[in-house]
């Protein structure tokens, strides 16, 4: 990553969101942070493409958002959608202490809803939140994705059943080479060539 700062971050959300996750029963105060090698392959799929901006959808605590805003060009943004206050306020405090926080736009709401309101264009989005609704808000998005625009989305492998409809949604869409990597929960990749 950029700088020991950010590294510095990351690790502590790495330890932090482990054992968070490993402890807390309450679904809802999980945190779910990306696979380490997940989050670089990520960055190396969205650093060269030296987005303007990227999208995504899932805060959580910030984890993932500190990896899209490092990879993100000069003078472009992040915004990310999560519908829980309290996770956004943690993403809000982690993205400032990496130093990250001017390069991000935190919005609260329900992704979909959220999703019909941005205008584009728009280089990159993560899909990490909802898989269910994910079909939902691909559509609201195609017509204000830019032209060679990159989707990922994780736990392709770890929640197959729920993420079926987005992929069905993008293997039906003959704009786009897609493939799916077996790397953490699963990585599905698609490209639209301008």
Known sequence: MNTPQIRAV?????????????VQTD???KVHNLDRETAQLVLALVVGRRPQRILEI?????????WL???VAPGGRVTSIDRSP???????????????????ELLLGNASEVVAAIEGPIDVVFFDADRISAPEQLALLLPKLAANVLLLADNVLSHPEEIAGYLA????????????VPVGKGLSIAHRSA
């Not at 990351?10 to 490993?22: A, C, F, P, T, V």
């Not at 949604?169 to 704009?175: G, Q, V, Y």
């Open 169 to 180: 949604a993008i293997e039906e869409s003959p704009d786009f080479e897609h493939t799916v």
């Open 10 to 22: 990351l690790k502590e959300l790495e330890s932090w969101g482990q054992e968070n996750d490993r």
């Open 27 to 29: 679904r809802s105060l």
């Open 86 to 104: 309290a996770k956004l306020q943690m993403a809000r405090q982690n993205l400032e202490r990496a130093g990250l926080l001017g390069r991000t």
């Open 58 to 66: 899932g805060t959580s605590n910030g984890y993932s958002t500190i």
């Open 69 to 71: 805003a490092a990879s």
